[in-house]
Structure formats: structure tokens, C-alpha cells
């Protein structure tokens, strides 16, 4: 409870490098994350990348959002890449649920896979959860997974008000958030949460509305972003 949490996409390295110059310098986002910081516990990042096999995809409609984190045995892809393919694809296959996307971790807590699944509402995710749980592909696929697995994770996110996947704001055009091509550098994604002091004040409709925008529409930043609120894990 209590949490935000972000996606930022940069073209590459220097590109991240170039927004974190850039704000820096900026005073009007400084003015604005001085704001937050009082209600800020604590803040993680990490730079993950998507897998080749998974585009970020996008949600048919309103919705809610479920962010499974994984910790896994250290090998990457080339061990348990094909495993967590097949799992994956017997979830989306039968329509369990809808794949957002599939980041896996280049800096911060290493091994680390974030799945970010789409769904209805949380009735039609617990439902679609009791379905998999009873189909032979999909537990033949996560029993051959499951032993690469170290821990595992869970967050419902609802969109922020000020947030692309949020439909009262709209969905990103083609080129910011959603579409999404393997280049021979990858894209690089900044994951971030923060955790507040529990604390409402202004609240992250005011203050991290006003943080994020800056930071997305100043000179040279990324103009795509997904923020959410955790409601439960």
C-alpha cells in the first residue's frame, strides 16, 4: 500500500543519461520533487530491458493492472528463457490474461523478471487465475519454470490520474509508450516505486502529477510513462 509506481522508456543509454542531465538543471522539476520528498519512505530504480520475444503491448480498454515481480537463479535468459516463454504463452494462449510486457533486470536487483499482465478487473483476474490453475498446459509449463524460481511477488495497480493508461487522459500515440521495436541496442525501461509516509496531503493526484509531467514535457525527456497505485500485494 502506499506506493507509485513508474515505466520510463529511453532509446538507449545516453538517452537516460541526457533526461537525468537535463532535469538537474531544471528548476521547475526540482521545485517540484522538493515538494514530494516530505512524503517520500523510501525510492528503488531499476534499468530493465524487454526480452526479444515480448512487444509491449497494449490494453483493450479501462482496466486494472498486475505487476508479478520474480526473482530467479542467476543464468538470464539463456537458462530460463524458453521456460518462462512457454508459461507465459500458456497463460495468453487461452486468454487468462492479457501481456502488457516483460522486463527483465540490467541494473538493480539482478535476475529479476517484471511481468506487467492487463485485466478487466480484479473478479475476472481471480477468475481466469482458478481456470489456469486447473488447465494441464499451463501447470505442466509452470512446474518446468518453477525451478529456476528463487521468490515471487505480486502488486494490483490502478493507473494514476495523470497516467497513458489511464483512458480519461488516452491512450500514448504510436512512438511514446505502447509501440515498441528490438533495436540492435535494446530500449532501456526505468522501473521505479516509491513508498510514501501514508500520509495523503496533497496526494499523488497533485504533487506526483505535477512531478511527472515536468519531468516528461522538459527539453530532450521522454514523453511516455505509466504510473499506478498499489492497492494490494
Known amino acids: 500500500m502506499n506506493k507509485a509506481f513508474h515505466i ?33 519512505d523510501k525510492q528503488h530504480m531499476e534499468i530493465a530491458y524487454m526480452v526479444p520475444w515480448c512487444e509491449l503491448g497494449t490494453p483493450p480498454k479501462e482496466g486494472v493492472y498486475e505487476l508479478v515481480t520474480y526473482q530467479l537463479k542467476p543464468g538470464g535468459p539463456a537458462l530460463w ?30 535476475n529479476t523478471v517484471h511481468v506487467l499482465w492487463w485485466f478487466e478487473n480484479p473478479d475476472i483476474r481471480a477468475t481466469g487465475r482458478h481456470m489456469a490453475h486447473e488447465d ?52 532501456t525501461y526505468n522501473t521505479s516505486w516509491w513508498k510514501g509516509d501514508g500520509k495523503r496531503r496533497r496526494g499523488p493526484s497533485t504533487l506526483g502529477e505535477e512531478a511527472a509531467t515536468r519531468f516528461s514535457s522538459a527539453n530532450a525527456l521522454p514523453r511516455c510513462g505509466c504510473g499506478g497505485r498499489a492497492r494490494w500485494q
Open 8 to 40: 520510463w522508456k529511453y532509446d538507449n543509454f545516453a538517452h537516460r543519461a541526457s533526461v537525468r542531465k537535463a532535469v538537474v538543471n531544471d528548476k521547475e522539476w526540482q521545485e517540484k520533487l522538493a515538494a514530494i520528498l516530505p512524503l517520500l
Open 136 to 187: 494441464a498446459r499451463v501447470v505442466a509449463a509452470v512446474r518446468e519454470n518453477v525451478q529456476f524460481l528463487e521468490t515471487q511477488q505480486n502488486m494490483l495497480l490502478i493507473p494514476a490520474s495523470f497516467s497513458p493508461l489511464n483512458y480519461e487522459v488516452g491512450l500514448p500515440r504510436p512512438g511514446e509508450l505502447f509501440v515498441f521495436r528490438i533495436p540492435p541496442s535494446p530500449h
Open 81 to 110: 528463457g524458453n521456460s518462462f516463454k512457454a508459461a507465459i504463452d500458456a497463460h495468453v494462449s487461452k486468454g487468462y490474461a492479457k501481456l502488457i510486457g516483460f522486463f527483465h533486470t540490467e541494473y538493480g536487483f539482478l
